[in-house]
């Protein structure tokens, strides 16, 4: 059984810092590509970065250079550091783990940008 565990949200003034984190409680996190998504109420969840198998990275264009996707073997944890925050990178988080055509969700973080 695959459980993911969001933290690390909340409320952030623009331009400041915030690092996600999300443990996996699964024998299969090694073997298995990471990501995280955000989703604004009335939009679709979109895709902010991911980590494959082998530690190759990808990012949307919105958080390139200032989010930083990375995986914790130790700690079964994929983490999100997130930089030079905007109002618009306000959204609730999800973490994802993708295996053998199987995709898994956490239950997300609220991640709030505002003055």
């Known amino acids: 059984q695959v459980q993911l565990m969001e933290s690390g949200g909340g409320l952030v003034q623009p331009g400041g810092s915030l690092r996600l984190s999300c443990a996996a409680t699964?024998?299969?996190?090694?073997?298995?590509?990471m990501a995280w998504y955000r989703q604004d109420p009335g939009k679709q969840r979109e895709l902010v970065a991911a980590?494959?198998?082998?530690?190759?990275?990808d990012y949307s264009d919105f958080v390139k250079g200032r989010f930083t996707i990375s995986k914790d073997y130790a700690k079964n944890t994929v983490n999100l550091q997130m930089n030079s925050l905007k109002p618009e990178d306000t959204a609730v988080y999800y973490c994802?783990?993708?295996?053998?055509?199987?995709?898994?969700w956490g239950q997300g973080t609220q991640v709030t940008v505002s003055s």
């Open positions: 699964t024998t299969i996190f090694s073997r298995a590509a």
């Open positions: 994802n783990l993708k295996f053998l055509g199987r995709a898994y």
């Open positions: 980590i494959g198998i082998g530690g190759e990275t």
